[in-house]
């Protein structure tokens, strides 16, 4: 059953802690994203990655990092820098990388919520 | 930078009703556009998308959408709307050759029975 798994749905963390958000797509997809989904604000991209070993800032990637070791992984670390992490965080891949991205494939989503 | 226009936030119709989504961009050369939902609960989904070619594309559930290059729009189209419809649409818009995806801020759709 082939998709897009993210872990965990929930998350909690206490300001000034790093936290890493996991996603792992077994599609065999080159290309790899992460967005931010905020109330009103739709979708904002935090970092992409065309292939593996190598990864763009997107629009609002401070405060942010990525890392691509392998095809199927793309894992997110919300730093203690970024000033606002609440939010809904989705992953998603695309068949893709080397030219224009095609239809993009959206995991579930992680809510993290800073106390 | 490329931008995306979803000027309608919030639009409520009453089934059987006719729907129209607003999507604007804001780049004059090559584009690539999507229209994706996320219906309550589910993953965000490809509804549609235009890369070149008859401008008018149908996509899942009766969906619609018409490229108007002159007016950089990609307006979603839907000629009867159900319950089911009920749900969140992105606009997205891609430059092209290039890797990044632009999202428009989103349309809430709520089809009352």
């Known amino acids: 059953d082939g998709g897009i798994t993210q872990s965990p749905k929930y998350l909690f963390r206490k300001e000034g802690q790093n936290v890493t958000l996991s996603c792992e797509q077994n599609?065999?997809?080159?290309?790899m994203y992460w967005y931010r989904q905020d109330p009103g604000q739709g979708l904002r991209l935090i970092y992409y990655?065309?292939?593996?070993?190598?990864?763009q800032k997107g629009d609002i990637a401070e405060g942010y990092s990525v890392s691509r070791e392998k095809k199927e992984s793309f894992p997110l670390t919300v730093t203690s820098a970024q000033k606002n992490p609440t939010a809904f965080y989705l992953c998603?891949?695309?068949?893709?990388?080397?030219?224009?991205?095609?239809?993009?494939?959206f995991g579930p989503g992680t809510r993290l919520t800073v106390l | 930078a490329q931008s995306v226009s979803q000027h309608n936030h919030h639009v409520i119709l009453s089934e059987a009703a006719s729907l129209e989504l607003g999507c604007n961009y804001s780049?004059?050369?090559?584009?690539?556009l999507f229209w994706y939902v996320q219906y309550p609960g589910q993953h965000l989904q490809l509804l549609l998308k235009?890369?070149?070619?008859?401008?008018l594309v149908k996509g899942i559930k009766g969906f619609e959408a018409e490229f108007i290059k002159s007016k950089f729009s990609f307006n979603l189209r839907k000629p009867s709307v159900q319950w089911s419809d009920t749900a969140e649409y992105f606009c997205?818009?891609?430059?092209?050759?290039?890797?990044?995806?632009?999202f428009g801020t989103g349309t809430k759709l709520q089809v009352i029975p």
């Open positions: 998603a891949s695309s068949p893709q990388g080397g030219a224009s991205p095609d239809t993009q494939y």
């Open positions: 599609l065999n997809h080159d290309a």
């Open positions: 990655s065309q292939i593996v070993n190598d990864f």
């Open positions: 780049y004059g050369g090559t584009v690539n």
């Open positions: 235009y890369f070149s070619g008859d401008p």
């Open positions: 997205a818009v891609v430059i092209g050759g290039y890797q990044k995806v632009t």
